[in-house]
Structures are given as structure tokens and as C-alpha cells.
């Protein structure tokens, strides 16, 4: 088992920036591979970016064109997700995930375990 436990969502304005947090526990953090995601009320979760074991092997999301990144400190049992220039549409609960497989995910049903997840909301 995993426990992920999300911080540093809030209300923010456009253009602003937060950074996000996923302090894991349990098993080995080091055997997982990371992934944030998002998800509005009614819709599908939402691949945003992932991370690899390694530290350094991160995927993002088509849409972000460079705006957020993804970062984690396997020491530390730590994610991060560092969001700028947040838009509007950035608006949504954001989600951690970690995945026993290899590689990236961008599906729901790649990840085992999950956090509950913290508020993202912009403001225009």
C-alpha cells in the first residue's frame, strides 16, 4: 500500500502560480512512477504530467505548452507539481498518482494508487 496525501491547491488569479505537493508513504517510494492529474466536476481525469523512478524522466500533457513542471525527491518521499502562468481553465482538483508499472501512463486505470486529491482555482 501507498498513501498519498496532496497540499498546496487554493484561489489564485490568472497568470499566478502555486506549487503543489504529494508527500507519499508506505512502500518503497522509489518503485513508483508518478503522475499528476486533474479532474473537473463531470468529466474524465485528466493526464497532466508524470515522472519516472529515476527523477529525471518527466511527460507533460500536449496542452500545458511548457507551463508546469513536474519534480520529485525520492529522499524525501516527495512530488511536486510547480504550475505558472495558470489560466482559467487550469481550474479543476488536482490529483496524485503512483504506478507500479514501467514507464509513463496517461490513463486513470495505469495508476494504483491515489491521493484525494487538492483545489486548484483560478480566477480571470
Known amino acids: 500500500q501507498v498513501q498519498l496525501v496532496e497540499s498546496g491547491g487554493g484561489l489564485v488569479q490568472a497568470g499566478g502560480s502555486l506549487r503543489l505537493a504529494c508527500a507519499a508513504s508506505?512502500?518503497?517510494?522509489?518503485?513508483?512512477?508518478m503522475g499528476w492529474f486533474r479532474q473537473v466536476l463531470g468529466k474524465e481525469r485528466e493526464f497532466v504530467a508524470g515522472?519516472?523512478?529515476?527523477?529525471?524522466?518527466?511527460l507533460y500533457a500536449d496542452f500545458l505548452k511548457g507551463r508546469f513542471t513536474i519534480s520529485r525527491d525520492n529522499a524525501n518521499n516527495m512530488v511536486y507539481l510547480q504550475m505558472n502562468s495558470l489560466k482559467p481553465d487550469d481550474t479543476a482538483v488536482y490529483y496524485c498518482g503512483a504506478r507500479r508499472g514501467y514507464g509513463f501512463s496517461r490513463t486513470r486505470t495505469g495508476y494504483d494508487y491515489w491521493g484525494q486529491g487538492t483545489q486548484v482555482t483560478v480566477s480571470s
Open positions: 508506505g512502500r518503497t517510494f522509489s518503485d513508483y512512477g
Open positions: 515522472i519516472l523512478r529515476n527523477e529525471a524522466t518527466t
